[in-house]
Protein backbone atom coordinates (compact mmCIF):
# COMPACT_ATOMS: atom_id res chain seq x y z
CA UNK A 1 0.00 0.00 0.00
CA UNK A 2 1.67 3.23 -0.91
CA UNK A 3 -0.33 6.44 0.72
CA UNK A 4 0.63 9.91 0.54
CA UNK A 5 -0.53 12.73 2.40
CA UNK A 6 -3.31 14.68 0.84
CA UNK A 7 -2.44 18.38 0.33
CA UNK A 8 -4.43 21.06 -0.87
CA UNK A 9 -3.91 20.66 -4.10
CA UNK A 10 -5.27 16.87 -3.72
CA UNK A 11 -8.12 18.01 -2.21
CA UNK A 12 -10.77 18.38 -5.34
CA UNK A 13 -9.79 14.63 -6.09
CA UNK A 14 -10.31 13.35 -2.99
CA UNK A 15 -13.80 15.34 -2.35
CA UNK A 16 -14.83 13.91 -6.02
CA UNK A 17 -13.78 10.07 -4.79
CA UNK A 18 -15.27 10.48 -1.47
CA UNK A 19 -18.83 11.72 -3.46
CA UNK A 20 -19.02 8.44 -5.41
CA UNK A 21 -18.38 6.68 -2.02
CA UNK A 22 -21.42 8.78 -0.72
CA UNK A 23 -18.93 10.02 2.48
CA UNK A 24 -18.68 13.22 3.78
CA UNK A 25 -16.53 16.30 1.79
CA UNK A 26 -16.75 18.71 4.18
CA UNK A 27 -13.90 20.06 5.78
CA UNK A 28 -11.61 17.99 3.84
CA UNK A 29 -8.87 21.12 3.99
CA UNK A 30 -9.42 21.88 7.08
CA UNK A 31 -6.10 22.64 9.38
CA UNK A 32 -6.61 20.25 11.54
CA UNK A 33 -7.28 17.14 9.50
CA UNK A 34 -5.35 14.67 8.38
CA UNK A 35 -5.88 12.53 5.30
CA UNK A 36 -3.80 10.20 2.82
CA UNK A 37 -4.42 8.84 -0.50
CA UNK A 38 -3.99 5.91 -2.79
CA UNK A 39 -3.54 6.16 -5.99
CA UNK A 40 -3.20 3.46 -9.21
CA UNK A 41 -0.62 4.05 -11.90
CA UNK A 42 -2.50 6.35 -13.68
CA UNK A 43 -2.85 8.22 -10.87
CA UNK A 44 -6.21 7.78 -9.90
CA UNK A 45 -7.37 7.75 -7.22
CA UNK A 46 -8.69 4.32 -5.56
CA UNK A 47 -8.19 4.45 -1.60
CA UNK A 48 -8.39 6.95 1.18
CA UNK A 49 -8.27 7.43 4.92
CA UNK A 50 -7.96 9.79 7.88
CA UNK A 51 -8.65 11.57 11.15
CA UNK A 52 -9.30 14.82 12.69
CA UNK A 53 -7.99 14.93 16.51
CA UNK A 54 -9.96 16.46 19.78
CA UNK A 55 -8.86 19.60 21.05
CA UNK A 56 -7.07 17.78 23.74
CA UNK A 57 -5.21 15.05 21.43
CA UNK A 58 -6.78 11.99 23.20
CA UNK A 59 -9.82 11.46 20.54
CA UNK A 60 -9.57 10.49 17.25
CA UNK A 61 -12.45 10.81 14.73
CA UNK A 62 -11.58 8.72 12.12
CA UNK A 63 -13.01 9.79 8.57
CA UNK A 64 -12.92 9.77 4.75
CA UNK A 65 -12.17 5.73 5.13
CA UNK A 66 -12.93 4.49 1.40
CA UNK A 67 -11.99 2.04 -1.45
CA UNK A 68 -13.30 2.33 -5.00
CA UNK A 69 -15.52 -0.28 -5.66
CA UNK A 70 -13.92 -2.22 -8.38
CA UNK A 71 -11.22 -2.88 -5.56
CA UNK A 72 -12.83 -4.03 -2.33
CA UNK A 73 -13.24 -7.17 -0.45
CA UNK A 74 -9.37 -7.52 -0.66
CA UNK A 75 -8.05 -6.17 2.41
CA UNK A 76 -7.64 -2.39 1.61
CA UNK A 77 -9.85 -0.93 3.42
CA UNK A 78 -8.65 -3.26 6.70
CA UNK A 79 -5.70 -1.50 5.98
CA UNK A 80 -6.49 1.75 5.30
CA UNK A 81 -8.16 1.86 8.49
CA UNK A 82 -5.44 0.66 10.19
CA UNK A 83 -3.22 3.09 8.87
CA UNK A 84 -5.08 6.18 10.33
CA UNK A 85 -5.50 4.26 13.61
CA UNK A 86 -2.17 3.95 14.46
CA UNK A 87 -1.08 7.02 12.95
CA UNK A 88 -3.65 8.38 15.62
CA UNK A 89 -2.32 6.63 18.62
CA UNK A 90 0.96 7.37 17.52
CA UNK A 91 -0.17 11.42 17.74
CA UNK A 92 -0.85 10.38 21.29
CA UNK A 93 -4.62 9.57 20.74
CA UNK A 94 -6.02 6.93 23.03
CA UNK A 95 -9.75 6.16 21.69
CA UNK A 96 -10.83 6.37 18.04
CA UNK A 97 -14.15 7.22 17.34
CA UNK A 98 -16.40 7.28 14.35
CA UNK A 99 -19.82 7.10 12.38
CA UNK A 100 -20.63 4.44 9.99
CA UNK A 101 -24.34 3.64 9.19
CA UNK A 102 -23.64 1.07 6.84
CA UNK A 103 -20.45 -0.87 7.44
CA UNK A 104 -21.09 -1.64 10.93
CA UNK A 105 -19.71 -4.82 10.64
CA UNK A 106 -16.43 -3.80 9.01
CA UNK A 107 -15.60 -1.16 11.58
CA UNK A 108 -16.91 -4.52 14.16
CA UNK A 109 -13.94 -6.74 12.77
CA UNK A 110 -11.38 -3.88 13.31
CA UNK A 111 -12.29 -3.73 16.86
CA UNK A 112 -14.90 -0.99 16.95
CA UNK A 113 -17.99 -1.36 19.53
CA UNK A 114 -21.54 0.76 19.26
CA UNK A 115 -20.87 4.08 20.94
CA UNK A 116 -23.04 6.89 22.36
CA UNK A 117 -23.21 9.18 19.13
CA UNK A 118 -23.65 12.09 21.55
CA UNK A 119 -20.71 11.24 23.58
CA UNK A 120 -18.78 11.18 20.66
CA UNK A 121 -19.92 14.57 19.60
CA UNK A 122 -19.18 15.99 23.28
CA UNK A 123 -15.61 14.62 22.66
CA UNK A 124 -14.85 15.66 19.32
CA UNK A 125 -17.02 18.73 19.43
CA UNK A 126 -14.39 20.92 17.60
CA UNK A 127 -14.31 18.35 14.81
CA UNK A 128 -15.93 19.94 11.13
CA UNK A 129 -17.76 16.58 10.76
CA UNK A 130 -19.26 16.65 14.49
CA UNK A 131 -20.29 20.91 13.65
CA UNK A 132 -21.79 19.69 10.37
CA UNK A 133 -23.65 17.29 11.71
CA UNK A 134 -25.12 19.12 14.61
CA UNK A 135 -26.18 22.18 12.44
CA UNK A 136 -28.22 19.50 9.78
CA UNK A 137 -29.50 17.53 12.43
CA UNK A 138 -27.80 14.24 11.03
CA UNK A 139 -25.83 13.52 14.36
CA UNK A 140 -29.57 12.75 15.32
CA UNK A 141 -30.05 9.63 13.11
CA UNK A 142 -26.18 8.62 12.81
CA UNK A 143 -24.59 5.34 14.03
CA UNK A 144 -21.37 5.83 16.38
CA UNK A 145 -18.79 3.37 17.32
CA UNK A 146 -15.79 3.37 19.17
CA UNK A 147 -12.47 1.43 20.10
CA UNK A 148 -9.61 2.30 22.62
CA UNK A 149 -6.05 3.12 20.91
CA UNK A 150 -2.92 1.28 22.10
CA UNK A 151 0.21 3.65 22.38
CA UNK A 152 2.33 0.61 20.85
CA UNK A 153 0.23 -0.04 18.18
C1 LIG B 1 -16.04 0.02 4.00
C2 LIG B 1 -14.95 -0.11 2.93
C3 LIG B 1 -13.86 0.93 3.17
C4 LIG B 1 -14.34 -1.52 3.03
O1 LIG B 1 -13.29 -1.62 2.05
P1 LIG B 1 -12.77 -3.06 1.56
O2 LIG B 1 -11.51 -2.85 0.81
O3 LIG B 1 -13.85 -3.82 0.90
O4 LIG B 1 -12.46 -3.72 2.99
P2 LIG B 1 -11.81 -5.12 3.32
O5 LIG B 1 -11.55 -5.91 2.08
O6 LIG B 1 -10.66 -4.88 4.24
O7 LIG B 1 -12.95 -5.80 4.20
C5 LIG B 1 -14.14 -6.17 3.54
C6 LIG B 1 -15.06 -6.81 4.57
O8 LIG B 1 -15.61 -5.82 5.41
C7 LIG B 1 -17.00 -6.08 5.61
N1 LIG B 1 -17.76 -4.97 5.04
C8 LIG B 1 -17.30 -3.93 4.33
N2 LIG B 1 -18.30 -3.08 4.04
C9 LIG B 1 -19.40 -3.59 4.58
C10 LIG B 1 -20.75 -3.19 4.63
N3 LIG B 1 -21.18 -2.05 4.07
N4 LIG B 1 -21.63 -3.98 5.26
C11 LIG B 1 -21.23 -5.14 5.82
N5 LIG B 1 -19.96 -5.57 5.81
C12 LIG B 1 -19.06 -4.81 5.21
C13 LIG B 1 -17.30 -7.39 4.96
O9 LIG B 1 -17.10 -8.42 5.91
C14 LIG B 1 -16.24 -7.46 3.89
O10 LIG B 1 -15.90 -8.78 3.58
P3 LIG B 1 -16.44 -9.39 2.17
O11 LIG B 1 -15.99 -8.43 1.10
O12 LIG B 1 -15.76 -10.70 2.10
O13 LIG B 1 -17.93 -9.44 2.33
C15 LIG B 1 -15.55 0.01 1.49
O14 LIG B 1 -16.63 -0.89 1.37
C16 LIG B 1 -16.02 1.41 1.17
O15 LIG B 1 -15.26 2.23 0.69
N6 LIG B 1 -17.31 1.70 1.42
C17 LIG B 1 -17.87 3.02 1.13
C18 LIG B 1 -17.34 4.06 2.10
C19 LIG B 1 -17.63 3.71 3.55
O16 LIG B 1 -18.73 3.31 3.91
N7 LIG B 1 -16.60 3.92 4.44
C20 LIG B 1 -16.72 3.68 5.86
C21 LIG B 1 -17.20 4.89 6.61
S1 LIG B 1 -15.88 6.03 7.00
Known amino acids: MRLERCGVNEVPALA ?12 LDGAGVRLWLESDEHGAVIGSTGYELSGDGRHALIRSVAVGS ?5 GRGSALARFALERAAAEGATTAWLFSRR ?3 FWQSLEFAPADRYELARVLAETHQVRLF ?6 DGETAWSRPLEASR
Open 103 to 105: SGP
Open 134 to 139: RQTGQL
Open 16 to 27: AFLSVADLTTSG
Open 70 to 74: AQRSR
